[in-house]
């Protein structure tokens, strides 16, 4: 494989890394709905770069935080506020998050939250709660939702809920666990969480993403995308990690278009059915939304459809 860039200059980006600000009649339309709406949306706190093109078109999709603003883990690549306790979840927010997906008509919607170690459930039943309002006001709606490290109980109360897709991010390779991600996760935790939605629903589509660009080698990330398919992953992401806050790790290389494009054909030869992998490519992504999108309602078409052997 090729080598990445070396160590970027702070505050230099490549070209390839440069995107046009988003703009256009449905972009402006679910900007101002989101606002009326008094939605969180991951898109615009976390300044994603793809949210002009996925805000656009009949198959707008969105991503939608739940559960507050405030996390109990400290991850050192995330900006999202710390807290040992948060405030509690709103008893409403489940009906809101359902009828603004409703009202916006959105083809594809992920749900996702902060940590919420101090809830008893971590916050499942909220999500549940969530998918099942959704469900309500918008039946064609693909729902994903993506979440934290759940297992036990806590996996089988969201599993409840019949998501479309589960993913939960492993987020970097094995051995930068612990010093990128909060002591309480690992590798493995987030393997064990993604095999259980397959023992909770067999058919549910899993989804995982890893960022790249944080001093991995590429032998590090061919075992941690051989570790996710031997977790029976169905869909992978792969991006380059971008600095927060000069708080947070930096960036050690700019991995270049070409070994993202490697990365790619490594994961389709381990055989993820989709893999989007790019500089800008984040956990939520459109085209991979859509390539999801489709396998969904493929399924559902199929469930309808009675059996000629019935």
């Given at each position: 494989?090729s080598?990445p860039?070396?160590s ?10 440069k ?11 679910l900007?101002?709905?989101a606002?009326e709406?008094?939605l ?14 996925c805000?656009?078109?009949d ?13 109990t ?13 948060a405030a509690?979840?709103?008893?409403a927010?489940p009906q ?5 997906v409703?009202?916006?008509?959105l ?5 996702t ?24 006001h ?6 994903e ?12 109360t ?30 493995e ?8 939605a ?19 080698t590429q032998d590090e ?10 977790a ?5 992401t792969?991006?380059q ?10 960036v050690?290389?700019?991995v ?25 490519v984040?956990s ?13 309602r ?13």
């Amino acid at each position: 494989m090729s080598q990445p860039t070396t160590s970027p200059q702070e505050g230099r980006k490549p070209a390839w890394l440069k995107v046009p600000l988003p703009g256009g009649e449905g972009y402006s339309k679910l900007k101002t709905l989101a606002r009326e709406l008094k939605l969180h949306t991951v898109c615009e706190e976390a300044r994603c770069p793809n949210i002009g093109e996925c805000w656009k078109g009949d198959h707008a999709t969105m991503t939608l935080m739940v559960l507050g603003d405030e996390c109990t883990r400290n991850c050192r690549f995330c900006a999202v506020k710390t807290v040992q306790k948060a405030a509690p979840p709103d008893p409403a927010e489940p009906q809101n998050v359902g009828r603004a997906v409703g009202a916006m008509d959105l083809g594809y919607v992920v749900i996702t939250s902060v940590d919420r170690d101090d809830l008893p459930d971590g916050g499942s039943a909220h999500y549940a709660r969530c998918i099942e309002a959704i469900r309500e006001h918008s039946p064609r709606t693909v729902v994903e939702t993506l979440i934290p490290d759940y297992r036990g109980a806590e996996m089988a109360t969201l599993m409840g809920g019949r998501p479309d897709v589960l993913a939960h991010n492993v987020e970097v390779v094995s051995r930068l666990q612990r010093r990128i991600r909060d002591p309480r996760c690992s590798f493995e935790r987030s393997l064990e969480t993604l095999q259980q939605a397959k023992v909770h629903d067999p058919e549910v589509f899993t989804k995982s993403s890893l960022m790249v660009g944080l001093g991995e080698t590429q032998d590090e990330v061919r075992v941690a995308l051989e570790g996710l398919r031997a977790a029976d992953v169905d869909f992978l992401t792969l991006g380059q990690y971008l600095r927060p806050t000069p708080g947070h790790a930096p960036v050690k290389a700019w991995v270049t278009p070409e070994e993202f494009l490697e990365y790619e054909n490594l994961g389709r030869e381990l055989g993820f059915a989709y893999v989007a992998s790019g500089p800008l490519v984040r956990s939520s992504y459109k085209a991979g939304e859509f390539f999801a999108a489709r396998l969904v309602r493929e399924r559902r078409a199929q469930r309808q459809t009675p059996s000629a052997w019935e």
